[in-house]
Nanobody
Framework: VQLQASGGGLVQAGGSLRLSCTAS????????LGWYRQAPGKQRELVAT???????NYVDSVKGRFTISRDNAKNTVYLQMNSLIAEDTGVYYC?????????????WGQGTLVTVSS
């Protein structure tokens, strides 16, 4: 199983970025997916999730600015981030919550760094 995240970078406050995470080795269409982030000196936190039936959830601080989506044909989950602020700075990780056999497992990507300059 491999999750490859990309799309991070340096952006000015008010700008946009789109993160991508491509998975292999799992039944992607049946997986629940999420983006998490870890700011310097802080714990990792949930940013957004999208289930296999396209239900979405966001942390309050990104509602109205971020959009999570998925393309099952490409085994890819996206995070469109608009109106970025300095507090969005951190390493962003994707996660797949997926069933293997009769058990559920969590798999993580390697992280992609987002830096928002104010």
């Amino acid at each position: 199983v491999q999750l490859q995240a990309s799309g991070g970078g340096l952006v000015q406050a008010g700008g946009s970025l789109r993160l991508s995470c491509t998975a292999s080795g799992i039944i992607f269409s049946r997986s629940d997916l999420g983006w998490y982030r870890q700011a310097p000196g802080k714990q990792r936190e949930l940013v957004a999730t999208i289930t296999s039936i396209l239900a979405t959830n966001y942390v309050d601080s990104v509602k109205g600015r971020f959009t999570i989506s998925r393309d099952n044909a490409k085994n890819t989950v996206y995070l469109q981030m608009n109106s970025l602020i300095a507090e969005d700075t951190g390493v962003y990780y994707c996660k797949a919550h997926t069933m293997v056999g009769i058990r559920w497992y969590d798999y993580w990507g390697q992280g992609t760094l987002v830096t928002v300059s104010s």
